[in-house]
């Protein structure tokens, strides 16, 4: 029998490590593939293995010099000069930094999460699978020529770029990280076969500070990215209400052929990141409502990938699971299984959550609200009247 | 910053006999509200679009037309020129402009006009200054006003190995502090923020949620 959806996955993933003391920590995801497994939601027939994308394909979106960077880098060489010259240093590439540190291998590594997402999009395309949930994937941040924010091959930039050149089709990117999908709008500003929508934390303070209401694209792709910058300390029910009057009016007035949605689960009370005030509520819905707009408008055509997420123990493995429920088509239980609590407490230095969705009262509350909610409610309306789908 | 950094090259000019009608029609269609008044190689006058419709008649007046053409810029344009020296700091410039409450400064070297700088170049200037020039993360510091903050803040971000894409100091909320916006190249502050907790300095932003440092 032929299951509608996969998952991408093998443990080669988890060697996309930046070191023990990095918030990035793959560690994350091995937690969420076990919890997966706990509630028997993953079988053979689901899983796919990624493959490595090859340097041609990097290329789709990556310049050669930055790709000639990142393997000298993995395997021990020194820095190559940038291009229009200059001292060769790393930083040039945005490497060997704070945030994306050198690490063996780092280019194998980070081709294997580029092709895993290449994979989902090519077995959707194919008609393999109506869903596909890269899990490692979602690295919006690397930009054309560096390495940014933890981020070195934009992986669903890789994706987008490929499905435009293999099949010409119009993709709808739905990014819900607490941080601004910047790279990702970047490389597609000027096209108006890819409509970018990005939900994140205002730029006041947050990493990278852009996504700005007023960036809308260029050129003959003006109009075509959309941004939607929240209020520090945003809760659920605000960012729900904006989902909803969002999503809809894009994603049916674009009539992509595809979505591709970067689930990055940062934007929760608990994220050490960022200072937005979600709940796992938030984190069921958002697929709740990108699979019912794919089987609306794209004859169910959907591709997912993971995201930042740095509350590794409380957070991740919840949103995640409770992702590829959805996108699987599967129903979980109120709570998470006692097995899969007793094998990761001992290590968490948390009390681990017993709910996969938060409780209310979990938090407390936000004094400023209303304050919160209305200015939001602004950002919305003046976001969607610049955009050619506002009627 | 030097003037000649910022400001617009491409002077569009006028002279004091050209038709009125001429520069306001001008004006409109390139969008120029200043246009400095030359006299072969000199800067004799400036004048903008307001100085121009005042003298305008009314356009109820039946003779309207005819006497918008017998007017020429040397009606209306004024002879006492403000202008700057492209070495000039452009916070120079800024206090200038806004001292003699005016929007435009012709740009005069060895006694030729080589460009003009307007109240948009001035705002283009600030905006690029205090945006995001890079992916970067914000924070907010208050320093007491005495030596030594600013450069102890230096040595947190040097001891992070963490680059500042930009940096501005504004007066504090009193005469004791001043107030240290930073723009640093990274993802993660937390570090950052901790370290300058624990230097004694007060943070002002971001304020934190439930996330614990890790």
């Not at chain 1, 060697?15 to 994350?28: A, K, M």
């Not at chain 1, 994706?159 to 990702?184: C, F, K, P, Q, S």
């Not at chain 2, 200043?34 to 121009?52: A, C, K, T, W, Y």
Request: charged share 20%; hydrophobic share 40%.
């Amino acid at each position: 029998m032929k299951r509608r959806s996969v998952i991408i996955y093998s443990e080669d993933v988890l060697r996309y490590r930046f070191g023990e003391e990095h918030p990035f920590n793959p560690l994350r995801l091995r937690m969420t593939w076990d919890l997966m497994n706990e509630l028997g939601l993953v079988t053979e027939d689901h899983i796919r293995v990624p493959r490595p994308a090859s340097e041609e394909e990097l290329a789709l979106v990556h310049s050669p010099a930055y790709i000639e960077a990142v393997k000298r880098a993995g395997s021990g060489q020194a820095p190559p000069s940038p291009p229009g010259g200059g001292e060769p240093t790393w930083e040039a590439f945005g490497l060997g930094t704070e945030d994306t540190p050198i690490f063996p291998d780092m280019h194998e590594a980070s081709a294997l999460i580029a092709g895993g997402t290449l994979l989902a999009a090519q077995l959707v395309m194919e008609g393999e699978a109506e869903h596909a949930f890269n899990l490692a994937g979602g690295l919006h941040h690397a930009h054309r020529h560096m390495a940014s924010g933890f981020c070195v091959y934009n992986d669903i930039g890789v994706a987008i770029a490929w499905l435009r050149r293999e099949y010409n089709v119009r993709v709808a990117y739905i990014d819900t990280d607490a941080h601004h999908g910047d790279g990702v709008q970047w490389l597609f500003y000027e096209d108006p076969n890819v409509l970018t929508i990005s939900f994140h934390e205002t730029g006041k303070y947050l990493y990278p500070g852009t996504g700005d209401i007023h960036e809308r694209g260029d050129g003959p792709g003006y109009g075509y990215a959309v941004n939607f910058p929240l209020e520090p300390f945003t809760e659920d029910d605000s960012w729900i209400e904006m989902l909803h009057q969002a999503l809809p009016t894009l994603i049916k007035g674009f009539e992509p052929d595809i979505i591709i949605s970067q689930n990055g689960c940062d934007g929760h009370h608990w994220d050490p990141l960022t200072h937005l005030s979600a709940t796992t509520r938030l984190y069921r819905e958002i697929p709740r409502l990108v699979h019912q707009l794919a089987h609306e408008v794209c004859g169910g055509r959907w591709v997912a990938v993971g995201g930042g997420g740095y509350d590794i123990w409380r957070v991740v493995p919840r949103a995640w699971t409770m992702l590829w429920a959805e996108l699987s088509h599967q129903s979980i239980p109120d709570e998470i299984p006692t097995a899969w609590l007793a094998r990761w407490q001992p290590l968490a230095p948390d009390p681990l959550p017993v709910f996969f969705i938060d409780p209310p009262g979990t938090f407390p509350a936000i004094p400023r609200r209303q304050e919160i909610e209305n200015r939001n409610r602004i950002t919305l309306r003046r976001s969607l009247m610049g955009t050619p789908f506002f009627t | 910053m030097l003037v000649e950094q910022i400001m617009t090259r491409d002077v569009v000019t006028v002279n004091p006999h050209t038709p009125l009608i001429e520069a306001l029609q001008l004006s409109r269609a390139r969008r120029i509200r200043h246009f400095p008044v030359m006299q072969g190689q000199e800067l004799v006058g400036i004048v903008s679009d307001r100085d121009m419709r005042d003298i305008c008649p009314s356009i109820l007046d039946p003779n309207w037309e005819s006497a918008v053409r017998s007017l020429h810029i040397r009606d209306c344009m004024k002879r006492d020129v403000i202008t700057v020296h492209p070495w000039d700091f452009i916070e120079d410039a800024a206090a200038e402009m806004f001292r003699q409450r005016v929007s435009c400064l012709p740009v005069v070297q060895d006694g030729k006009l080589v460009g003009i700088l307007t109240e948009r170049d001035i705002l283009h200037t600030l905006i690029d200054m205090m945006g995001v020039l890079a992916p970067s993360s914000r924070i907010e510091v208050e320093l007491p006003n005495r030596p030594g903050g600013l450069a102890d803040v230096a040595d947190i971000l040097r001891a992070r190995k963490v680059n500042a894409c930009s940096v501005l100091v504004f007066p504090g909320d009193t005469p004791q502090t001043r107030r240290l916006v930073l723009r640093v190249q990274t993802m993660d502050p937390r570090h950052i923020i901790d370290d300058i907790t624990a230097a004694g300095y007060r943070v002002i932003g971001p304020l934190r949620t439930g996330g614990r440092a890790g």
